[in-house]
């Protein structure tokens, strides 16, 4: 019994490392968790209508942007089948985004 635990422990250990590594590579300013993630499906900036995992959302006219790369990125940085995390509005506007935050590629698998 002691031999199954031992080996469940390092079982769960090992398969959370990459976790913790990769979130150990982002940025301080982003957050240790993210609401909602998913893939940029469709994205169209002029009009600010993003689809994420089959959901038609909206880009807030102030949306805030962020990458590993910088803090205050631009609308214009976002691309389909980029990853990302975000945020969405207050229940009045559930379905606006907010916030974003660029993920690396392998953040994930969609």
Request: glycine content about 6%; charged content about 20%.
């Amino acid at each position: 019994m002691k031999t199954f635990k031992l080996k469940l422990t390092a079982a769960l250990f090992l398969f959370g490392l990459p976790f913790t590594i990769m979130a150990s590579q982002l940025p301080s300013y982003y957050p240790d968790d993210f609401s909602n993630v998913g893939t940029i499906q469709s994205i169209n900036i002029t009009t600010g209508a993003i689809t994420v995992r089959d959901r038609l959302l909206q880009l807030s006219t102030s949306v805030k942007v962020n990458s590993p790369t910088t803090r205050y990125a631009s609308k214009s940085n976002l691309n389909r089948g980029m990853n990302i995390g975000f945020s969405l509005g207050d229940e009045t506007e559930a379905k606006t985004i907010s916030e974003i935050w660029i993920l690396p590629d392998n953040y994930f698998d969609d």
